[in-house]
């Protein structure tokens, strides 16, 4: 079982920055791809960034592309996003995601999920 805990949420006005955090409470943290997800009011959750366990590779939705960085800290057991140049359209419950079945890009492909961090962008 992982435990996961994000922080790091909050209003920001467009243009401007946050990073969020997200804490695994397994010590094997480093076998796991982690992912970022969000999900908009009366939206489906979707997809934002991924970055797998072993070789550090890391894939973004096109939204995000050039504008969020994922990265990670094992030491920690942690994985962060970066989110810079922050849009209205990136408002939503941002879910960080860990999985021990190889990356994915999809809900389905992970098995334990943190419980949410709001992230509200003001134009």
């Known amino acids: 079982q992982v435990q996961l805990v994000e922080s790091g949420g909050g209003l920001v006005q467009a243009g401007g920055s946050l990073r969020l955090s997200c804490v695994a409470s397994?010590?094997?943290?480093?076998?796991?791809?982690m992912a970022w997800f969000r999900q908009a009011p009366e939206k489906e959750r979707g997809f934002v960034a991924v970055?797998?366990?072993?070789?550090?590779?890391?894939y973004y939705a096109d939204s995000v592309k050039g504008r969020f960085t994922i990265s990670r800290d094992n030491a920690k057991n942690t994985v962060y996003l970066q989110m810079n140049s922050l849009k209205p359209e990136d408002t939503a419950v941002y879910y960080c995601?860990?999985?021990?079945?190889?990356?994915?890009?999809?809900?389905?492909?992970?098995?334990?999920w943190g419980q949410g961090t709001q992230v509200t962008v003001s134009s």
């Open positions: 397994r010590r094997t943290f480093s076998s796991y791809t």
């Open positions: 970055i797998n366990w072993n070789d550090g590779r890391t």
């Open positions: 995601a860990a999985t021990n079945r190889g990356i994915s890009t999809g809900t389905g492909g992970y098995d334990y």
